[in-house]
């Protein structure tokens, strides 16, 4: 299975840019990078994916190395309410079923 | 669009019961659903994935007669804890994904506390 790497945690203030690294240096050439938030007491909410290219919604960019051995994702002004664990996933697309991988994620605290 | 719903919310039952949690995909089909369980200050921990109309497959060490797991349509699948005991306390999660799409959507979860 192809797993990630991120940091246990960070700490950034209210209205910077936050920059969430992730490694996947297993990933296949198939392989999404998933990108998911979990506030407290709740489910998982989906923040972006991406493939190859760099990735942008309203809630985050995704920037993926060249290699895609490594992507960051990238909350450009936060806020209080994005204080989250946010989890990097690759799918587990060899077993055919397109579960997820979950790793320990990055538990992030944004101060006022 | 995409929203997944769990009932209920949170579940207090005595030992040796058994508890049924639902899964529902409110506006589209669920072709494939997945269950996982969280551990306090742990990640999420993927129990089985079910595919609509056909028995879950479970991950490695899970009990496939103590977690029963159902999907019998393309909107609904359950998750029975059978003769509950005070360790499968946890929070339980499903998720959803319809055929040929990339990402999972996920249910508001169901805390279980087992006295």
């Known amino acids: 299975d192809a797993k990630t790497t991120q940091p246990n945690s960070m700490e950034s203030n209210e209205e910077e840019p936050v920059h969430l690294p992730c490694n996947h240096s297993?990933?296949?050439?198939?392989?999404?990078i998933h990108w998911y938030r979990q506030l407290p007491s709740q489910g998982p909410e989906y923040v972006i994916h991406?493939?190859?290219s760099n990735v942008n919604n309203r809630m985050a960019s995704l920037a993926i190395a060249e290699d895609r051995k490594s992507s960051t994702l990238i909350l450009h002004r936060a806020t209080l309410r994005d204080a989250a664990v946010y989890y990097c996933?690759?799918?587990?697309?060899?077993?055919?079923?397109?579960?997820?991988?979950f790793g320990t994620g990055t538990r992030l605290k944004v101060l006022a | 669009g995409a929203v997944v719903s769990q009932h209920p919310s949170r579940v207090i039952c005595k030992s040796g019961t058994s508890v049924k949690i639902e899964c529902r995909s409110l506006?589209?089909?669920?072709?494939?659903m997945f269950w996982y369980r969280q551990f306090p200050k742990k990640s999420l921990m993927l129990m089985a994935t079910?595919?609509?109309?056909?028995?879950?497959?479970?991950e490695q060490g899970v009990e496939k007669d103590k977690f029963l797991i159902n999907h019998a349509s393309l909107t609904l699948s359950t998750l029975t804890v059978t003769s509950a005991h005070p360790e499968d306390s946890s929070f339980y999660i499903c998720?959803?994904?319809?055929?040929?799409?990339?990402?999972?959507?996920f249910g508001p979860g169901t805390r279980l506390l087992v006295l």
């Open positions: 506006d589209f089909q669920a072709t494939t």
């Open positions: 991406g493939l190859t």
């Open positions: 998720s959803a994904r319809t055929s040929g799409a990339r990402t999972q959507y």
């Open positions: 079910s595919n609509e109309g056909s028995k879950a497959t479970y």
């Open positions: 996933i690759l799918r587990d697309v060899g077993s055919g079923t397109y579960k997820y991988i």
């Open positions: 297993t990933i296949s050439g198939t392989d999404y």
